[in-house]
């Protein structure tokens, strides 16, 4: 990859041994600790999505930096943890086992402003 980001050339740019550690990461996370949230969606679905959210972050520190790239992984963690941790069970769903997964299923469809 490259050694300086492209819009903010005195920054370092992304390297590609840390899109590898974070494609790992989110793979382990999304497949194994978290499956029980994406069972009703497709597998072919779930690789798209995981390919598309790598790809953005990678575009994400080729452009800005790899302070960009590590920052919005930040974020969306502290997003996870929140939606996992916080909303979920003030919802009455479990937020480790998606559990009951008819109540999850309503709460994600509100949360995409789908009437159910």
């Not at 390919?51 to 990678?58: P, T």
């Amino acid at each position: 990859m490259l050694e300086q980001s492209i819009l903010f050339p005195s920054l370092p740019s992304v390297s590609l041994i840390e899109v590898l550690i974070v494609f790992l990461i989110a793979c382990g996370a999304y497949f194994i600790l978290f499956n029980n949230f994406e069972k009703h969606v497709s597998a072919q679905r779930r690789i798209i999505k995981l390919f598309i959210v790598i790809g953005v972050l990678s575009i994400i520190g080729i452009l800005f930096s790899r302070y960009a790239f590590w920052g919005m992984i930040a974020l969306m963690t502290v997003g996870q943890v929140y939606l996992h941790g916080v909303y979920f069970p003030k919802h009455g769903i479990n937020g480790l086992t998606a559990e009951p997964y008819d109540k999850y299923l309503e709460t994600i469809e509100r949360m995409k402003g789908k009437k159910s």
